[in-house]
């Protein structure tokens, strides 16, 4: 997809919900859907789906609603690449080894490869086939082993020290799970997933509720 044609961000958190949500759907024997129950089970409006189906140049049978499968297929050829892109997780504590677990065969087109830590112990250990490397041979190692994404749950002081090997290593793509602002050059295209912002988002909302 050429530079002129990137998709919005929100329109892409938007498309991966969708295909969550016709998965199971589709595993539970469902074959078409309206956007407007779409739109329900993601508590948005029928018109916001059917704006982005449009914008990434989705039709449908209008008698019928949307072909599930038909629909899975198409938003995955906007969302995949036609290649499997090799992942990395730096940080093998508690939440590297989660996200390890949880994503293992998700989805076919994204696929962790190596994990990194500082630990002694943690190193040559392999978790759900993933062997977990030294961090301090992770640039070289990313270069053997084609990673393209990071996914970053170590503490912020260590993030930053590493910084300059992530950007040498080639990655194009950073999911920060770490609380530290990280300034990469812009080829690489950085994620932060905040939980203290997130939390006070949610407690925003319920302070403001009524009981």
């Known amino acids: 997809m ?17 295909r969550r949500v016709l998965l199971r759907l589709k595993d539970n024997g469902h074959t078409h859907l309206f956007s407007h129950t779409l739109a329900a089970k993601l508590g948005i409006t029928a018109v916001q789906v059917r704006r982005d189906l449009m914008l990434i ?7 019928r609603g949307y ?12 969302l995949d690449d036609d290649n499997i892109i090799n992942v990395g997780v730096v940080g093998m504590g508690k939440l590297g080894q989660a996200i390890t677990r949880y994503f293992s065969g998700k989805r076919s087109k994204l696929k962790i490869v190596c ?13 759900d ?3 977990c490397y030294d961090v301090n ?48 050059p812009p ?17 925003y909302f319920v302070k403001n509720s009524k009981d």
């Open 2 to 18: 050429s530079i002129e044609n990137i998709i919005p961000e929100k329109t892409i958190e938007r498309l991966s919900e969708y």
């Open 187 to 203: 080829e690489i295209y950085v994620e932060d997933y905040d939980i203290i912002t997130l939390l006070e988002k949610v407690a």
């Open 115 to 127: 994990a990194f830590d500082s630990d002694p112990r943690k190193i040559d250990a392999v978790l």
């Open 137 to 184: 041979t992770l640039e070289q190692t990313i270069k053997e082993q084609s990673v393209r994404m990071l996914i970053l749950c170590l503490p912020s002081s260590e993030a930053r020290r590493l910084m300059p090997s992530i950007i040498n290593s080639g990655v194009r793509g950073v999911l920060n799970f770490t609380s530290a602002y990280l300034n990469f």
């Open 67 to 78: 072909e599930i499968e038909n629909l899975i297929d198409f938003i995955g050829k906007v």
């Open 129 to 131: 086939d993933i062997k």
């Open 57 to 63: 140049g989705f039709s449908s049978d209008t008698k």
